[in-house]
């Protein structure tokens, strides 16, 4: 039971390029979101998906999209860096929507030049 | 907008002390849940408090709530160096869980 997943741990890009960050949970949960955490401002909430093919914005979502195609993996794709978003990004879920604990993977380190 | 604030923003104890981390929220909430981040890790959960409970423990953690100010205690006792870390509050009010900046607590040998 691996819990949940992320590819790359590291990345660097140029401005302009596209990327897409991996998410995969092997708990069957129903809920998947993303965070980004950059110094002083704690974890703001990028997108989040309740079930496969349900997806909604959070606090920061431009430059960011989602697809949830399966109840495993939640992919987040970078259509156009931008150096706004170098930052750590960690991919969360959880049983279902919001209330109960999350389960985090171990994060992906994002630098755009 | 971040739904918690917790407060001190940062917190330097030595070995065997206590240390306590507190947390305000704006609105009504269903619960309230305490996470841990070691240095480059992802967060852990610890404990999940509901809006009808005042306190809760787990181990050498104890955690209150008081909905009429809003507010949240984590209290960790007789501290270990490997207590090192930040500590998260996020409240759930009915939308994806909104957290804090967190404490970044050390504990000194």
């Known amino acids: 039971n691996a819990g949940v997943t992320q590819t790359p741990k590291f990345q660097v890009l140029k401005t302009g390029q596209s990327m897409t960050l991996q998410c995969a949970q092997d708990m069957n949960h129903e809920y998947m979101s993303w965070y980004r955490q950059d110094p002083g401002m704690g974890l703001r909430l990028i997108h989040y998906s309740v079930g496969a093919g349900i997806t909604d914005q959070g606090e920061v979502p431009n430059g960011y999209n989602v697809s949830r195609s399966t109840t495993e993996d939640f992919p987040l794709r970078l259509l156009s860096a931008a150096p706004s978003q170098t930052s750590v990004y960690f991919c969360?879920?959880?049983?279902?929507?919001?209330?109960?604990?999350?389960?985090f993977g171990s994060g992906t380190q994002l630098s755009v030049l | 907008s971040q739904q918690g604030e917790e407060d001190p923003q940062a917190l330097s104890i030595q070995e065997g002390e206590n240390a306590t981390m507190n947390c305000s929220y704006k609105?009504?909430?269903?619960?309230l849940q305490w996470y841990r981040q070691n240095s480059g890790r992802g967060l852990v959960h610890l404990i999940l408090i509901r809006s009808n409970e005042r306190e809760k423990h787990s181990g050498r953690l104890r955690v209150t709530l008081d909905t009429s100010k809003k507010s949240s205690s984590l209290l960790i006792t007789a501290s270990r160096a490997a207590d090192t870390a930040s500590y998260f509050c996020?409240?759930?009010?009915?939308?994806?869980?909104?957290f804090g900046k967190g404490t970044r607590l050390s504990v000194i040998a």
């Open positions: 969360a879920s959880s049983d279902r929507q919001g209330g109960e604990k999350l389960f």
């Open positions: 609105t009504s909430i269903n619960n």
């Open positions: 996020a409240t759930d009010w009915g939308t994806p869980l909104v």
